[in-house]
């Protein structure tokens, strides 16, 4: 069987096994019948991962035919060099960055949010197949572990994370995105997404406990589930997260 060169460079060996590592191997191709996006997958890469791909140093698409005796080489999205307009492999985003995560992300939606992100997330009733498509009809961006999830033809935007622990994959998502300058900490709802506003405490007296009447003046409430927010007993220990994951985030 014909064969073609492939090299992947940086956190796309993440997705490889050993032996294929940051190195150039052969992979076997159907001459001139397979796309560059259909390989670069079975080897187990979504195609979320890829920002610019070259066949013997010329610039290519998803689309591209795969002829035997090739030179692949493709590379993730650079933090400091933008090659969107040389690859054209996706639209670009235009910010703000809007999210959209799978139901084993609970913590990181909070935490999102909690830095006033846009930040839809999914309970356990909503299919992939729905998750795809939201993430399309409105361009948000697709977080999951779930390779599979982000290899869906209608995915175009996503983020594989490669850790399980939740405050790693926030400074992970800030890293990937440059997001520092869209944070806006404390003007999201963490239950429902909706947009914080002030409110007055005489407005919703009714609804707070004894102990926050007496203590506390200051109050926001989410515009669409109207969840009352004040600088309560958990306030310092968030604050400090948010704090520590800008201070890591700018390193």
Known sequence: MPHAHFRFYADLNDFLPPRLQQRSFLYPVYDGKQSVKHLIEALGIPHTEVELILAGGRVIDFHYLVQAGDRITVYPPFATIDVSPAGHLRPALTPPHRFILDNHLGKLAR??????????????????????????????????????????SNVIYGYCLRTKDSFQQLIAVLHRF?????????????????????????????????????????????????????????????????????STANE
């Open 111 to 152: 935490y999102l949010r909690l830095l006033g992100l846009d930040t839809l997330y999914a309970d356990n009733h909503v299919p992939d197949v729905e998750l795809a498509h939201i993430a399309q009809d409105e361009q948000r961006i697709l977080l999951t572990r779930d390779r599979g999830l982000l290899m869906r």
């Open 178 to 246: 440059q997001l520092l300058d869209e944070v806006a900490p404390w003007t999201r709802c963490l239950r429902c997404n909706g947009l914080l506003a002030p409110v007055e405490k005489e407005t919703i007296r009714h609804r707070l406990e004894p102990k926050t009447k007496l203590y506390f003046d200051k109050f926001h409430m989410c515009r669409d589930c109207q969840q009352i927010y004040w600088q309560g007993s958990h306030y310092p220990r968030l604050q400090a997260l948010i704090e520590q994951a800008l």
